[in-house]
Nanobody
Framework: QVQLVESGGGLVQAGGSLRISCEAS????????MGWFRQAPGKDREFVAA????????DYADSAKGRFTISRDNAKNTVYLQMNGLKPEDTTVYYC???????????????????WGQGTQVTVSS
């Protein structure tokens, strides 16, 4: 079982930066592919970024490429999402997710992730 707790959300002006974090419990964090998703009210959960177990491979949604960076610190059981050049349309709740430790492939499908955090709100003012 993996428990995920996000933090670092908040209010930022358009063009600003924010780093959100997700700390995982359990001994398998370094074996798990991790991802960030976001979901606006009334919409489907949207893929943002994913990172491989050792951090060597990453994948991004088109909306995140060039602005967001996903990274992880396995010693701290933490995955990060650095968001630069934020836009008002980035406003929503951001969720951290983890695949089970025997699935090594990066994926943008929310269905492939087993464990989810409670979410952290990011609000970008214009």
């Amino acid at each position: 079982q993996v428990q995920l707790v996000e933090s670092g959300g908040g209010l930022v002006q358009a063009g600003g930066s924010l780093r959100i974090s997700c700390e995982a419990s359990g001994r398998t964090f370094s074996s798990n592919v991790m991802g960030w998703f976001r979901q606006a009210p009334g919409k489907d959960r949207e893929f943002v970024a994913a990172i491989s177990k050792n951090g060597g491979n990453t994948d991004y949604a088109d909306s995140a490429k060039g602005r967001f960076t996903i990274s992880r610190d396995n010693a701290k059981n933490t995955v990060y999402l650095q968001m630069n050049g934020l836009k008002p349309e980035d406003t929503t709740v951001y969720y951290c997710a983890s695949r089970k430790n025997f699935y090594p492939t990066l994926t943008s499908s929310a269905l492939m992730y087993t464990y989810w955090g409670q979410g952290t709100q990011v609000t970008v003012s214009s």
